[in-house]
C-alpha cells in the first residue's frame, strides 16, 4: 500500500501495535509506573505561624509561611483583593492598606509582622455599602482610569484627610508621593481630595 493512501485510522492502528510490540519485547516499560507529575506551588501548613488580624472589622485567624507578604496574604489567603499587587516592589503604592490608622505598602511589610494589627483596605472604608465620602468624591470628579491605582489612592487619602481632615493641597500630594497613576489621573484625584477636605466640618 502506498504511503500516500496510509488513512489516520490506519496509521493510528500501526502506531498501536508498535507500541504495544515494543512494551512486550521490554517488561520493564510496560510495568513502569507513569511519571509523577510536579507539585504544586500552592500553599502548604508545613512552617506556618498563626497570625490573626482585623480586616476591614473583621476578625480573621490564618496561617502563613514567615516569607508571606501582607498583601499575599489579603488576597491569597483571605480573598480580601481590593489591595492590588502591580509593582510587587513597594514603588507604585496600589496595595496600599491603613495598618492601625497609618497607610503602608502590603508588598513590604510581612504577614508576622502585622500579627495583631488592624487593616483597613478600600472596601473597608465603606459603610453598610455606602461609598465614604473619599470614594464618593473619586467617583464625582472622574478621578480613576484603569482602576489598579484607585484602591491605592483611596486609601492614601483617606488615611491623609483622617488625620487632616482640612489638609490642603500640597498635605495631599505629600500624602499621595508614594502613590503613582500611570494612566495620569493625578489631577483628578488631587481635585476629589480637596473638595472632600473643603468639604469638612
Given at each position: 500500500?502506498?504511503?500516500?493512501?496510509?488513512?489516520?485510522?490506519?496509521?493510528?492502528?500501526?502506531?498501536?501495535?508498535?507500541?504495544?510490540?515494543?512494551?512486550?519485547?521490554?517488561?520493564?516499560?510496560?510495568?513502569?509506573?507513569?511519571?509523577?507529575?510536579?507539585?504544586?506551588?500552592?500553599?502548604?501548613?508545613?512552617?506556618?505561624?498563626?497570625?490573626?488580624?482585623?480586616?476591614?472589622?473583621?476578625?480573621?485567624?490564618?496561617?502563613?509561611?514567615?516569607?508571606?507578604?501582607?498583601?499575599?496574604?489579603?488576597?491569597?489567603?483571605?480573598?480580601?483583593?481590593?489591595?492590588?499587587?502591580?509593582?510587587?516592589?513597594?514603588?507604585?503604592?496600589?496595595?496600599?492598606?491603613?495598618?492601625?490608622?497609618?497607610?503602608?505598602?502590603?508588598?513590604?511589610?510581612?504577614?508576622?509582622?502585622?500579627?495583631?494589627?488592624?487593616?483597613?483596605?478600600?472596601?473597608?472604608?465603606?459603610?453598610?455599602?455606602?461609598?465614604?465620602?473619599?470614594?464618593?468624591?473619586?467617583?464625582?470628579?472622574?478621578?480613576?482610569?484603569?482602576?489598579?491605582?484607585?484602591?491605592?489612592?483611596?486609601?492614601?487619602?483617606?488615611?491623609?484627610?483622617?488625620?487632616?481632615?482640612?489638609?490642603?493641597?500640597?498635605?495631599i500630594k505629600e500624602a499621595c508621593r508614594g502613590n503613582i497613576c500611570r494612566c495620569g489621573t493625578f489631577n483628578r484625584v488631587f481635585e476629589a481630595a480637596v473638595a472632600v477636605a473643603k468639604g469638612?466640618?
Amino acid at each position: 500500500m502506498d504511503n500516500k493512501d496510509l488513512s489516520r485510522r490506519q496509521f493510528l492502528k500501526k502506531s498501536g501495535a508498535a507500541v504495544a510490540a515494543t512494551a512486550v519485547a521490554n517488561p520493564l516499560l510496560a510495568c513502569a509506573a507513569p511519571a509523577k507529575e510536579a507539585e504544586p506551588q500552592g500553599f502548604t501548613e508545613q512552617g506556618t505561624i498563626d497570625v490573626s488580624l482585623r480586616v476591614d472589622g473583621v476578625e480573621k485567624k490564618f496561617k502563613v509561611q514567615p516569607r508571606t507578604t501582607l498583601l499575599d496574604a489579603l488576597r491569597d489567603r483571605l480573598d480580601v483583593t481590593a489591595a492590588k499587587r502591580v509593582c510587587d516592589r513597594g514603588t507604585c503604592g496600589a496595595c496600599t492598606v491603613i495598618k492601625d490608622g497609618k497607610p503602608i505598602y502590603g508588598c513590604m511589610m510581612l504577614a508576622v509582622d502585622a500579627n495583631g494589627s488592624t487593616i483597613t483596605t478600600a472596601t473597608g472604608l465603606m459603610d453598610n455599602g455606602k461609598l465614604s465620602d473619599v470614594q464618593q468624591a473619586f467617583v464625582d470628579h472622574d478621578g480613576l482610569m484603569c482602576g489598579f491605582c484607585t484602591p491605592g489612592f483611596v486609601t492614601s487619602v483617606a488615611a491623609a484627610l483622617k488625620a487632616n481632615p482640612k489638609a490642603s493641597l500640597d498635605e495631599i500630594k505629600e500624602a499621595c508621593r508614594g502613590n503613582i497613576c500611570r494612566c495620569g489621573t493625578f489631577n483628578r484625584v488631587f481635585e476629589a481630595a480637596v473638595a472632600v477636605a473643603k468639604g469638612a466640618k
